[in-house]
């Protein structure tokens, strides 16, 4: 049962570009979304987040876009640079309850200098 | 900045032993996550814990699991006939506002 997917499992780009990570959720009930970053044999790191009553955060060279009608969020990184070169995991929740987090499968980027 | 810690980074053990895994949460966060990743795949919710209990758990977390806060700064999840199919990474997590902020895990090892 995917109720977060993530469907293109790479993605590779030229450093100074911009990198758009793409995520669809079939849940209706999440209310919150968020995008986490994951190296090798580390654990997930939180990157940005946005609620449900918003349709865009931005955070420096981050910014995550929601499209509740669509059910479908993505993640632009502009300008990309070699250090965000990682697995990145969309996630979803909703609040009130455990909020535990239910993510998708991740993508792998890979920005080449 | 204050981050999730874990121990150990490594373990390795047989099949049918006892494992527990250890973690120290953030210090004034409130609810307390493990989830588990098996080699190539995603990132799975196992248990939740809030106020002392738990607050849900997934189909994956058994009777063979089992989650602590013994003295009000470590997480442990004790695993106690460890299976094949637990060999994954373990992740701790905890949060005080919607952000987890997870651990870097603990490599689980069954033969």
């Known amino acids: 049962d995917q109720q977060v997917k993530q469907n293109s499992p790479s993605l590779s780009v030229q450093e100074g570009r911009i990198s758009i990570l793409n995520c669809d959720y079939t849940n209706s009930m999440f209310d919150y979304f968020l995008w986490y970053k994951k190296y090798p044999a580390e654990g997930p790191t939180f990157l940005i987040s946005i609620s449900s009553i918003k349709d865009k955060n931005e955070d420096g060279r981050f910014t995550v876009f929601l499209n509740k009608s669509a059910k479908h969020l993505s993640l632009h990184i502009v300008p990309s640079q070699p250090g965000d070169s990682a697995v990145y995991f969309c996630?979803?929740?909703?609040?009130?309850?455990?909020?535990?987090?239910?993510f998708g499968k991740g993508m792998k980027l890979t920005v080449n200098p | 900045e204050p981050e999730v810690t874990q121990t150990p980074s490594h373990q390795v053990t047989q099949m049918g032993q006892e494992v527990i895994l250890r973690c120290v949460p953030i210090?004034?966060?409130?609810?307390f996550y493990w989830y588990r990743q098996i080699l190539g795949q995603k990132v799975e919710f196992l248990v939740s814990?809030?106020?002392?209990?738990?607050?849900?758990k997934s189909e994956i977390f058994d009777d063979q699991f089992s989650v602590e806060r013994p003295d009000g700064s470590n997480f442990t999840l004790k695993i106690r006939s460890t299976k094949l199919e637990d060999s994954a990474m373990y992740f701790c997590a905890s949060h005080r506002g919607y952000e987890q902020y997870f651990g870097p895990g603990t490599r689980l090892t069954v033969t």
């Open positions: 210090s004034n966060h409130l609810y």
């Open positions: 996630a979803a929740t909703r609040r009130g309850g455990s909020e535990k987090l239910v």
């Open positions: 814990f809030y106020n002392n209990e738990i607050s849900e």
